[in-house]
Structure formats: structure tokens, C-alpha cells
Nanobody
Framework: QVQLVESGGGLVQPGGSLRLSCAVS????????MGWFRQAPGKERDFVAA????????YYADSVKGRFTISRDNGKNTVALQMNSLKPEDTAVYYC?????????????????WGQGTQVTVSS
């Protein structure tokens, strides 16, 4: 079983930055992708970014491209999401997810394990 725990959320002013972290424990698979998703109240869970565990290949939603950066530390089994130039529309609960199949995936249905989520609020 795989466990994921997110941290780093909070309240930030527009234009500010936050860094989310996801600690992965349990059975892990080399070269398995990880993803970040977000869900605002009353909306569906949306793809934010994904990264292959071993290859370092990344993919971003258009809405965050150029502002967010996903990265991983294989030695520490962590995945991070650096968020810069935050906007009020980035407000959501952010989730880390792991995928047991190879290849990047933007659909939530393609991920097998999820963290509990961390709240990010962008407001002045």
C-alpha cells in the first residue's frame, strides 16, 4: 500500500508563492508517475501537474504553465509543487496522487492513491 501526505498549504496574497510537498511511503515503484490535482468548492478535481518518478519528465495544465514547477527527490520519496505568481483562481484544495502504471496521465481516474489534501487560499 502507498501512503501520501501533503503539506505546505496556507493563505497567501495574490502574486505570492507557496511550496507544497508530498511525502510518499509504503510500497513505491520506480518510474511511476506522480501528479498534483486541485479541487475548488463545487467544482471537479482538475489536473495541475505530473512528473515521472525516475525520468523527470513533467507536464502542466495550461492554467499553471510558467508559474508552477513540479519536482521530485527520489532519495527522500517526496514530490513538490512550487507555486509562484499565485492568483485568486488558484484557490483550492491541492491533492498529491500516485499512479501504478507507466506514462503521464491528466485524468484523476488514472491515479491509484491519493493524499488527504492541503488547502491553498489566495486572497488579499
Amino acid at each position: 500500500q502507498v501512503q501520501l501526505v501533503e503539506s505546505g498549504g496556507g493563505l497567501v496574497q495574490p502574486g505570492g508563492s507557496l511550496r507544497l510537498s508530498c511525502a510518499v511511503s509504503g510500497r513505491t515503484f520506480s518510474n511511476q508517475p506522480m501528479g498534483w490535482f486541485r479541487q475548488a468548492p463545487g467544482k471537479e478535481r482538475d489536473f495541475v501537474a505530473a512528473i515521472t518518478w525516475g525520468g523527470g519528465i513533467t507536464y502542466y495544465a495550461d492554467s499553471v504553465k510558467g508559474r508552477f514547477t513540479i519536482s521530485r527527490d527520489n532519495g527522500k520519496n517526496t514530490v513538490a509543487l512550487q507555486m509562484n505568481s499565485l492568483k485568486p483562481e488558484d484557490t483550492a484544495v491541492y491533492y498529491c496522487a500516485s499512479r501504478s502504471k507507466y506514462g503521464l496521465e491528466i485524468s484523476p481516474q488514472g491515479y491509484d492513491h491519493w493524499g488527504q489534501g492541503t488547502q491553498v487560499t489566495v486572497s488579499s
